[in-house]
């Protein structure tokens, strides 16, 4: 028996309907697996804890950017 939750009509939840002639860059975003976005979101991560170190380094309020 079928199953009746997902019709054979449905695209996956992976993928999206992207027209040809879409020009790169533009339009919907194609779905990651979840190891991808682990994978970059990784050294994002990285990147964000050295800033707020950084922020929590230099101390906090307006004044600390000053000379930057």
């Not at 939750?5 to 695209?11: A, I, M, T, V, W």
């Not at 970059?40 to 309020?61: D, M, S, T």
């Amino acid at each position: 028996m079928a199953n009746p939750r997902k019709s054979p009509e449905q695209p996956s939840r992976r993928t999206l309907d992207v027209p040809a002639e879409a020009p790169a860059g533009e339009g919907p975003a194609l779905r990651m697996s979840r190891k991808d976005y682990e994978a970059a979101l990784r050294p994002l991560h990285v990147e964000l804890v050295k800033l707020q170190r950084w922020v929590v380094h230099r101390g906090a309020g307006d004044h600390s950017l000053r000379g930057l």
